[in-house]
């Protein structure tokens, strides 16, 4: 017999082209501007892809969540921690973005690669960050937390936005991972022991941490985010 379960990935697409009608009404500090990469249709075309790709199931996943998208990873391709390369050569789907790497992701995919590939990978984690749009100041990323009165402003949104995408993809109540270990993880912290998201947030370096500051010992940050991953499945 079939399983009645809804398959993830209609309703994750659905969840990101909305987001912009979510932010009517939501006034940023001055100079600051929504980064909204799902209004374009390349990166529609590229997440559409991806979703269908990785997540036209109905398995539970394990939920990641980074800060808000950046303008050369998640806010150019749609995919969270995945640039043009990145989303090309590892997931194998074409694009015509500018080939341009990302640190970020240059990491993550080694993660993806310690764990077995990206068909293992995905089929039990699901990436995405606290603040699913991103921002922008004077041209340059800005993250929610960068200013008290734009996290204010967003967190109705940010709240909202887990609450969905816990749904979305039959989050596991159980444990959920944070990539961060500084503001966004006392972030995370703080809003899940009021609302109960999850029994257990699990922090990990940010990729772009890692990358920029201790590079040299990427080998050893890919073995303690694998050792923390594995967490997961005892």
Known sequence: MKSTKKLHAPYILRHHFGLIDQTVGLKLPKGVEWLVPYSQMDTRR?????????????????????????????GLTGVPF????????????????????????????KVIHGWGGVELFFKSFYISSLCPLGFVLHGVNYNYYDDKKLQQAVEPFILQNIRDQVELVQGRPDIAYCLGEGKNFAYFEKINAVHHFFDK??????????????????????????????????
Not at 203 to 208: A, D, G, I, N
């Open 46 to 74: 590229t997440m559409t892809a991806y979703y269908n790709k990785y997540y036209l199931d109905n398995q539970p996943r394990i939920m990641i969540f980074g800060i808000n998208p950046g303008r050369f990873g998640a």
């Open 82 to 109: 995945t640039d043009p390369i990145k989303l090309e050569e590892e997931c194998g789907i074409p694009n015509s973005f500018s080939k341009r790497q990302e640190l970020s992701a240059q990491f993550i995919y």
């Open 201 to 234: 947030i699990v922090p990990l370096p940010h990729p772009r941490w890692i990358m920029q500051y201790r590079r040299k010992s990427m080998a050893t940050f890919e073995n303690l985010y694998l050792e923390r991953l594995a967490q997961s499945s005892i």
